[in-house]
């Protein structure tokens, strides 16, 4: 099982970045799947998920009409387009494989979790 997140960076508030999300064609295909982010000495927060259809999406209400959850299943590949970003959006961002095929944002239905990329938003 692997999952490996990349596209993390420096930006300056206003700005954007877009991280992508590598899997392995059997954690990903039938797969909900979801964004996580952490600033240390915090508990690990839900950013956004989608269904394993892409059909559903659902993101947290922090991120709300600034980040896109997407997939690509030819590609193997999940995204967050993060735009307008703020300097409290700094944190480690994971990806992560849920159980089931659904959109979720209960951290224990994820089973596999992935490397995380750090974002840096300066003010």
């Known amino acids: 099982v692997q999952l490996q997140a990349s596209g993390g960076g420096s930006v300056q508030a206003g700005g954007s970045l877009r991280l992508s999300c590598a899997a392995s064609r059997r954690t990903f295909m039938n797969n909900g799947m979801g964004w996580f982010r952490q600033v240390p000495g915090k508990e690990r927060e839900f950013v956004g998920s989608?269904?394993?259809?892409?059909?559903?999406?659902y993101v947290s209400d922090s991120v709300k009409g600034r980040f896109t959850v997407s997939r690509d299943n030819a590609k193997i590949a999940l995204y967050v387009q993060m735009n307008s970003l703020k300097p409290e959006d700094t944190a480690v961002y994971y990806c992560?494989?849920?159980?089931?095929?659904?959109?979720?944002?209960?951290?224990?239905?994820?089973?596999?979790w992935g490397k995380g990329t750090l974002v840096t938003v300066s003010s």
């Open positions: 989608i269904s394993w259809n892409g059909a559903s999406t």
């Open positions: 992560a494989a849920a159980r089931g095929g659904a959109a979720t944002s209960v951290r224990s239905y994820y089973n596999y």
